[in-house]
């Protein structure tokens, strides 16, 4: 085989930046390849699936980068510094780094002390090393930092090309006063939401971005006590984004969408989105509201608490992309009067308007008419790779025989998941037919809520196939009744 060249490396090494074991192996190959793969690992050193608090080598090569008189100082606060490395190093591994991570670099600095003021010392050189050895910082983590670190010294240059901001609204708000002068070209922002009161400053740092193309914000309040809207200052500055942003993302826990209506106004004006992903929250939508979600390169639906009436016309005015349509049909007798005629409409516009679905939750009846609707949509949609149904029946085993007979004549070869909503019954000679005529498609993921699978019967049957290769796996959890994505 031809050597590879070390752009052709590096495009490949570049594919596998979030798989540390494979790049660490790369680095063993030879000089090319360790050379190529350095500037990839330490870009963003803080992301992988290790032990940070335990990496005492790591913390030995950061304070090596520290001067002698720094060294003598937090010496003499008693700060446990490790011997000095004599061996050279081998590359400047700082100065490939473009990421601050303030939880990772804290569990690092408590190997060196416990003591909190000592950390605070500790923290300060680590942060104002980094901001001398780092070019240009692309993403930051700073839910619990104590400094204000657009003061370091060459701050302004690191930071102004900053892209990607984690944050929670512990934070100050005169800190991002001072991020939102310098960063203002942040495309992903996260929020964790911890206090009930709006936070003015980030408030200022949303509108003062140019090019704000993904949002989260994730509700964690440590008290439940009312001071002020936490929301509304935060969505009318999302509202000037809507040139840009394309991913939205709320996990509320404590808003009321049929008194506050911010969160409805602002969907009506946000039309590139790509993402539209909101949790424990039911959002009503009024019907000149409704003929106002135009959302043409819509990729990903879910809402927790919505009618199948104001989904459908989502996505009928979806532009044809959708590729995950995740709802959640809990207490369907409460949400939906005309359950029959609201999902039979649902699964018509899926199939008429999303060719391309993959990830697809499911709430109609067992009539024929429901099943006939149903098999439609196996045919339409032959990228469907994961299935959430939920059928409520008074004979649950009739309604699995038909549901099963369906899967085996229509369902597209990509189907490799299928989750059961509530109970459902499968006899064992129905299920065995089933999983008989499954064997030469991709090896199938089932899970489902009913102890009945439970039972030893069952048990021998699922092995039986799961050592044929027919069932990946089948997980059955009698104690919970919610098995969402």
Wanted: glycine share 2%; with cysteine; net charge negative.
């Amino acid at each position: 085989m031809p050597e590879l060249n070390k752009d052709i490396l590096f495009l490949i090494f570049e594919e596998l930046k979030k798989d540390s074991k494979s790049l660490f192996s790369c680095l063993m190959v030879n000089r090319l390849w360790c050379e190529t793969v350095i500037p990839i690992l330490w870009k963003n050193p803080w992301c992988y699936n290790i032990n940070y608090r335990n990496k005492n080598s790591l913390y030995s090569f950061i304070i090596s980068y520290l001067s002698d008189d720094i060294k003598e100082s937090l010496i003499s606060q008693e700060i446990f510094l490790p011997p000095i490395l004599h061996q050279p190093l081998l590359f400047d591994y700082l100065s490939f780094c473009r990421s601050i991570d303030v939880d990772i670099l804290n569990d690092i600095i408590s190997i060196g002390t416990s003591e909190s003021y000592n950390q605070f010392l500790l923290q300060l050189e680590i942060y104002n090393l980094l901001m001398r050895k780092c070019s240009q910082f692309k993403y930051i983590n700073i839910r619990s930092l104590q400094h204000q670190i657009f003061y370091f010294p060459g701050a302004k240059t690191r930071l102004e090309s900053l892209c990607e901001l984690e944050c929670d609204t512990y934070i100050d708000s005169s800190y991002f006063h001072g991020l939102a002068r310098i960063c203002q070209n942040i495309q992903r922002l996260i929020i964790i939401n911890r206090k009930m009161k709006i936070n003015h400053g980030l408030v200022k740092l949303i509108e003062n971005q140019r090019n704000l193309k993904y949002f989260e914000l994730k509700d964690d309040f440590d008290d439940e006590d009312f001071i002020e809207d936490p929301y509304k200052e935060i969505f009318l500055a999302l509202a000037q984004k809507a040139d840009a942003l394309n991913h939205l993302i709320l996990f509320l826990d404590f808003i009321d969408c049929y008194e506050h209506t911010i969160i409805q106004d602002v969907l009506t004006k946000l039309h590139k989105l790509k993402t539209l992903i909101i949790n424990n929250v039911y959002v009503y939508f009024s019907e000149i509201q409704l003929k106002m979600l135009v959302y043409h390169e819509l990729e990903a639906f879910n809402i927790d608490f919505t009618s199948l009436n104001e989904a459908s016309a989502i996505i009928e005015n979806s532009g044809g992309h959708l590729r995950g349509i995740l709802l959640r049909y809990i207490d369907y007798g409460y949400w939906y009067d005309n359950l029959g005629e609201d999902s039979l409409n649902f699964i018509c516009k899926v199939h008429q308007n999303c060719p391309s679905v993959e990830y697809l939750s499911l709430l109609f009846l067992s009539t024929a008419d429901h099943f006939t609707e149903f098999e439609t949509l196996l045919k339409s949609c032959q990228t469907l790779k994961s299935l959430l149904l939920s059928i409520p029946s008074i004979n649950k085993e009739e309604t699995g025989e038909k549901l099963l007979k369906i899967l085996i004549r229509s369902a597209p070869k990509n189907l490799r998941e299928i989750r059961f909503f509530k109970e459902f019954q499968f006899s064992l000679k129905n299920l065995e037919t089933f999983f008989k005529n499954w064997k030469d498609r991709p090896a199938l993921t089932i899970l489902t809520s009913d102890p009945i699978y439970k039972g030893d019967d069952y048990m021998k049957l699922i092995d039986k196939y799961k050592e044929n290769g027919v069932i990946r796996e089948f997980r059955c959890d009698p104690g919970r009744n919610n098995i969402y994505y």
